[in-house]
């Protein structure tokens, strides 16, 4: 390990009690997309004791920010999710993502005149819902950083998982009610979801290994001997791209307008605005950040299966060079993401295990990239041809 590894090191752990401190804090008090007041405001001031310049409120989101230090020519981003799942809190280890960013973010600071670095931590709200980096790229937050990062906790340590596109629709079926006693008069909007239901399942053995169509009947009639006038479905799909994504959406379209036609009843469809984009990793980031994770004692078997969910953090990855690397927590596979017990986790032991390796290998890896000229300039020019 080179001198300004080994004070990046120190540096590090040095920071290391408060900035896990600041991930129990997040855990103990999860917020929703879009919600994250509390959240933003702890990662903000743990930043700005740290030497950052904040901008807060960037693409007109209450919650994002832009925290910099150092005016090297690389810039290097650091992205800290923040919100966290209904009736579950941190189930995601999004506490822990943000940590661990602020914690390589802090170690990195006070050396980024000696590597010509600017390194910035993007606070990115709604992840889980909604998008939020989508909506930062649109609107240029993200223009003029060279390379982004973040790693995410699960049951593996992967490198480069497979993260897919998706994309979310809700369908509304409108009927016509009446008394159970007397159906003859009435259009079942909530037997729609059933026919359609019904259609999805036997498309599915036509669609290609890997597409996932997720839905569930979130309104469809609140007493039994009434007929509900109207029922509500939200569908999501996953496929390797959006524009597969896409095109799966117009055969599983026509499942739900099967649903209208045998029940005589209405639908529309909205589109939600959450849009997850297929994730590009950086060749060269890839590799260096498991050589650092290595180090620190991590291990990458070569797992068979590599599938995993959507992220928009694909959508900075279209636009910027980035990688999303996973390390794990050691639990039992029905403990993984989404869980009440991963949330638990992700405020104890495991949590705070993936804090220190995740923040670690990320402030190495930065170390490393702006010391290497050939990287960072391919970076670069990645960058701006991005």
Known sequence: MTGIEQRVERTFEQNLDSVLEL???????????????????????????GGFSVEK????????????????????????????LPGIGHGCGHNVIAASAVGAALALAPYAGELGLTIRVFGTPAEERGTGKEIMVNEGVFDGTHAAMMVHPTLKDVVVPHLRASRSWQVTYTGVGGHASRPWSALNAGDATVVAQTAIGLLRQQLRDGI????????????????????????????DTIDEVDE?????????????????TGVEYTALPSIYREFRHDPDLAPLFEKHAKLVGRTFPDYPD?????????NVSLRVPAIHPMLSFDLPPEDGNHTAAFALAAGGPEGDRFVRDAGLAMALTVVEVARSGQTRERLIARAQGG
């Not at 409120?57 to 923040?82: H, I, Y």
């Not at 799966?248 to 005589?264: K, P, Q």
Request: glycine share 10%.
């Open 23 to 49: 991930s129990h804090r997040i855990n103990a008090n999860p917020e929703l997309a879009f919600e994250e007041h509390a959240t933003s405001a702890a990662l903000v001031a743990a930043l700005e004791s």
């Open 212 to 239: 996932r169509v997720h839905h569930i009947v979130k309104e469809a009639g609140a007493a039994v001997n009434v007929i509900p006038d109207h029922a509500v479905v939200d569908c999501m799909i996953r496929a």
């Open 57 to 84: 409120g960037v693409a007109g989101l209450p919650t994002a920010f832009v925290a910099s230090a150092g005016s090297g020519g690389f810039v290097f981003g650091l992205c800290a999710e923040m919100d966290a």
């Open 248 to 264: 799966v959406w117009e055969r599983v379209r026509r499942c739900f307008e099967a649903g209208a036609v045998a029940t005589g």
């Open 306 to 314: 590599k599938m995993f969910g959507s992220t928009d953090m694909g």
